[in-house]
């Protein structure tokens, strides 16, 4: 494989995203500024958070296959198939239900294998287990020579590529928020901001292991604890995937008054959250929040 396949420079990221300040009476009563990281934009295929944690793991596979993890409407299959089109290299997808296999694709694994992703169905028992080395050995027989990257793209690389995140947000805010699933981007934005600010993690997923997630990540990319952060786990809706209609008008209200598309299962609960903590009082008075922006709808 050329290495000039990997020059991810070629598809021309907008680095850094934009920043960009929102006009909100329901922070402004309470004397907080609310800013937007519109990492959305930084590629239309790659967009947000996935650019930072996959540009790193994809320069280390070096043109290798790449082999990775997700549910039937994961944004990460979804970009890694983005990325093995764009780039050039062969993508496989283990996809959470086997049940799935005999059912006509939805829109977001249709649109995996239209990029040449190749869609292997495991049975949810199996996917549970897919870190243990004997599941890896099975998955590296049947596909060959791969470079593993874990569901939802969260490993020591992606964290290491999150930090730069934080770089472009030093003295922009004080507190900087983001939807969390893996913990990845967390790690790595903490990591990355300046002393004295604080990154905000706002779980999409029930269960309350994604502390003890970071914190593994931030052992694993930095050696041990890095930069300032707290996670609020009230705002997850239910869990991943999950919705209500109070959510969507939320969010159908968020983008009329921002022109912002607002994507439903992570960033709009990241907006509901950062809505309800100003109502709360929990930012101070001249508090700046930036809330980032990670993917579209």
């Known amino acids: 494989m050329p290495s000039e396949a990997l020059d991810l420079s070629r598809l021309q990221p907008l680095l850094p995203s934009p920043l960009q300040p929102a006009e909100d009476g329901r922070f402004a ?48 299959l979804r970009a890694t198939a983005a990325a093995g089109r764009l780039l050039g290299f062969p993508t496989i997808g283990v996809v959470r239900g086997d049940e799935l296999a005999g ?19 495991v049975d949810r028992t199996t ?7 004997e599941v890896l050995a099975g998955l590296l027989s049947a ?21 730069e995140l934080g770089h472009e947000l030093r003295g922009r805010a004080d507190v900087v928020a983001v939807a969390c699933g893996t913990g990845g981007t967390l790690a790595g934005l ?27 990540l931030q052992q694993e990319a930095f050696g041990g604890p890095a930069g300032s952060w707290s ?14 209609t109070q959510l969507h008008a939320f969010a159908d209200d ?8 607002v994507e439903r299962l992570y960033v709009a609960k990241l907006l509901y959250a950062l809505t309800a903590l100003a109502e709360e009082g929990v930012f101070p008075t001249g508090t700046t929040v930036a809330a980032v922006v990670t993917g579209r709808p």
């Open 103 to 121: 059912r006509p694709l939805n829109p977001s694994l249709a649109q995996c294998a239209a990029d040449g992703m190749t869609l292997h169905f």
């Open 29 to 76: 009563r309470h004397g907080v500024r609310l800013l937007l990281k519109r990492d959305d934009l930084i590629h239309p295929d790659l967009s947000g958070n996935k650019w930072r944690k996959l540009s790193p793991n994809l320069r280390a596979a070096a043109g290798r296959p790449v082999l990775t993890f997700g549910g039937a409407y994961s944004n990460h």
């Open 143 to 163: 596909f060959g020579e791969c470079c593993v990257i874990p569901e939802g793209g969260s490993n020591a690389l992606a964290a290491q590529g999150c930090t």
């Open 231 to 244: 996670l609020d786990e009230r705002f997850h809706f239910g869990g991943y995937a999950r919705t209500t």
């Open 254 to 261: 968020f983008e009329q008054r921002h022109q912002l598309p």
């Open 190 to 216: 903490a990591a990355g901001l300046a002393p004295g600010q604080r990154a905000l993690g706002i779980p999409v997923l029930r269960g309350g292991f994604l502390g003890d997630a970071v914190r593994e």
């Open 127 to 133: 996917y549970r287990t897919k870190a243990d080395p």
